[in-house]
């Protein structure tokens, strides 16, 4: 049985600028290296480069050319929020490889479980498009990868601020992948409905919690017990890959949402303790947003802290009452697909 946690974590990524002021700027990433740089209690690795042949797993060729082709140059405007300096393609295909790497590890056994540091981010991204600081969907890769590895079943948990559409719409159809958002709603990228739930054979196998703002760690405590750890559960995971954003940190400056480094931390136990049970323990969390430093350092401990099975410690914010209305369209939307 493997143990211990692998971390990624890797300076090339600070090669990414997305312009002066952007908040998604490489301190954030030198600000996970300068904490846990020297910190011992995990295996700490490297990243790699992402093939095109992966990549492509999710992304169209054409999308692929046209970020190849930012190499270099100065700057490249993708959308209002989104742009490359010369080192953005390297950076992006190292945050995608990186999860794979790490992925490959857990699968080997050379450890239980991992996070990977990575940016820039990715759910945002869709198959043919770069949007929303993303430009390689990391986590939508890394599940495609699973699968061709193997994998028979993939959960993705993304509790990041926002909605993930480009994994929710690479995945909808699939009934393989289990794709849940909890999210600020309605808010930017502007989808991740209760009513969204998958098309086709893949219907069932989305799961959105659109939450408004000012819901913090009691209000996420309830819906993982009620709705989210029910599902994922049934659907028995092989694989649990966390898009881990901590951009639903009560001190975020862009978002809305309450939650403390308690309620991540409870967030991440429940998930593992689902992927104990039905996945040999195999879970992999991945950076996504946020966009205070603090929240992204005590995000990200509180998370290494659940997948080291320390015990949650108890939630700080929010009142689980408020999530009633909620989780009653989400039940709704749902209780086609899932006995909840
Ligand atoms: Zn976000």
Redesign the pocket.
């Known amino acids: 049985m493997a143990h211990g946690t692998g971390v990624v974590l890797d300076a090339r990524m600070l090669a990414h600028d997305p312009g002066r002021g952007h908040p998604e700027r490489p301190e954030r990433l030198r600000a996970l290296l300068d904490h846990l740089g020297d910190a011992r209690g995990f295996t700490r690795l490297g990243a790699r480069a992402a093939t095109d042949e992966e990549i492509a797993l999710v992304h169209t060729p054409a999308l692929i050319e046209h970020l190849e082709a930012t190499a270099g140059r100065a700057r490249v405007v993708l959308d209002p929020d989104t742009a490359t300096s010369a080192g953005s393609w390297e950076a992006a295909r190292l945050a995608a490889g990186a999860v794979l790497q790490l992925c490959e590890a857990v699968l080997a056994g050379e450890v239980a479980n991992g996070f990977a540091a990575v940016r820039p ?1 990715g ?2 991204a869709e198959s043919n498009r770069a949007m ?2 993303c430009f390689v969907n990391n986590v939508a890769v890394a599940a495609a990868y699973l699968k061709r590895r193997g994998v028979r079943r993939v959960a993705v948990i993304d509790w ?3 909605h993930g559409n480009g994994t929710q719409h690479v995945f909808e159809c699939d009934p393989d992948v289990l794709y849940v958002s909890t ?1 600020q709603y309605p808010f ?1 990228p502007g989808t991740g409905a209760a009513d969204e739930v998958g098309r086709g054979e893949g219907a069932g196998r989305t799961l959105n919690l659109p939450f408004p703002a000012g819901f913090g760690d009691a209000e996420f405590d309830r819906a993982l017990d009620e709705v989210v750890v029910p599902i994922l559960t049934r659907f028995a995971p092989e694989f649990v890959l966390v898009s881990a ?1 901590f ?2 940190d009560y001190r975020d400056p ?2 809305g949402l309450q939650v403390t480094p308690q309620g991540f931390a409870r967030m991440a136990h429940r998930i593992a303790s689902v992927a104990n049970r039905t996945a040999a323990g195999r879970i992999v969390a991945v950076l ?4 205070d430093l603090d929240a992204i350092v005590e995000g990200v401990d509180a998370t290494l802290a659940a997948l080291a099975d320390r015990p949650p410690p108890a939630p700080r914010s929010g009142d689980a009452r408020n999530a009633e209305r909620v989780l009653a369209r989400v039940r709704a939307a749902q209780s086609p697909y899932w006995d909840i």
């Open positions: 981010p759910h945002h929303g600081f990041d601020l926002h999210h930017y954003g951009d639903a862009l978002g996504e947003g946020g966009y």
